[in-house]
């Protein structure tokens, strides 16, 4: 399993290299059930979606990011409750987890929930996509005193629906752990000559890329393990095409490889353009 340290992540923020300590974590044994109950709460809640309206109700898990955050949102009109939790686990209860505060815009949506009695939020803004399955955008970590911060504490990151009577959390992947940490230079990728720059996509500038549990993400991502498969024929690694979310996501990755050599990247975005990344030199 490969879990690199994403590009200009702030280093006051641990990255959770560990990622079978998650796991552990994440599925412990049959302590105190109240943190479950409370992320269960609306489960089998109406979370079908119309023109009129998306309905965002239920379990959601937020990846490729330092914690295995977890939500269970519930919705009532335009306002948004439930309870979160920085890793879905009974002993986090005890020091960041607390209720949801928030509220969905059309397919706009606002929360956050405090750590514990730290003092501190994590604050999500996310746009949710068309058919309700996903969402995507910016998570903040906003400090006692500083609730207006603007800084995301990584960069803008993806969420996916779970069913937690089955499992506290995202089903992991592993096959595909062992396949994408077999790929050598994904820290080191720049947007080819024959590719126009555009969303925020520069030449001469390098791009990464982060893989953890079966999920790719980074600088071109992200992707969990059950929207990423391995083509036949050419054995490239798929990423999508997953719903569009926030603008600044990309909906597909397409990585290239020879053995465990990454050869190029082939990255579409949400407005259909497509850009095309070679390993630096």
């Given at each position: ?13 641990r ?23 409370d992320?269960?709460?609306?489960d089998?809640a ?5 023109r ?88 903040f970590?906003d ?23 089955e499992r ?54 992200p ?42 990247a ?6 259909g ?9």
């Open positions: 399993m490969l879990l690199a340290r994403p590009r200009h992540l702030p280093g006051r923020y990255v959770l290299f560990a990622g079978a300590l998650a796991l552990n974590m994440l599925h412990c044994g049959d302590g105190d059930k109240n943190w479950q109950d992320l269960q709460a609306s089998g109406d979370s079908s979606t119309s009129a309206g998306l309905r965002i109700s239920g379990n959601w898990g937020l990846f490729l990011f330092e914690d295995p955050v977890a939500v269970n949102l519930e919705q009532a009109g335009e306002e948004l409750s439930g309870y979160g939790c920085c890793i879905p686990d009974q002993v986090a209860e005890n020091y960041c987890c607390g209720p949801i505060e928030g509220s969905i815009d059309d397919n706009q949506v606002s929360f956050s929930f405090p750590l514990g009695d730290t003092g501190d939020r994590y604050r999500a803004e996310l746009v949710v996509s068309e058919d309700g399955t996903r969402m995507g955008g910016s998570f970590r400090h006692e005193g500083e609730a207006d911060s603007t800084a995301p504490i990584s960069r803008k990151g993806a969420w996916l629906r779970y069913d937690s009577f506290n959390w995202l089903t992991t992947y592993p096959e595909l752990a062992d396949e994408l940490s077999s790929l050598e230079d994904l820290s080191s990728l720049r947007l080819s000559a024959d590719s126009e720059a555009g969303d925020g996509f520069v030449h001469d500038q390098e791009y990464g890329l982060v893989s953890a549990l079966g999920s790719v993400g980074g600088d071109l991502g992707f969990w393990g059950s929207e990423i498969s391995v083509r036949e024929g050419d054995g490239a690694i798929v990423a999508g095409p997953v719903p569009a979310t926030d603008p600044g996501l990309p909906v597909s990755l397409v990585l290239h490889r020879s053995g465990s050599t990454l050869l190029d082939e990255m579409t975005m949400a407005s353009m497509t850009y095309h990344f070679e390993v630096a030199p």
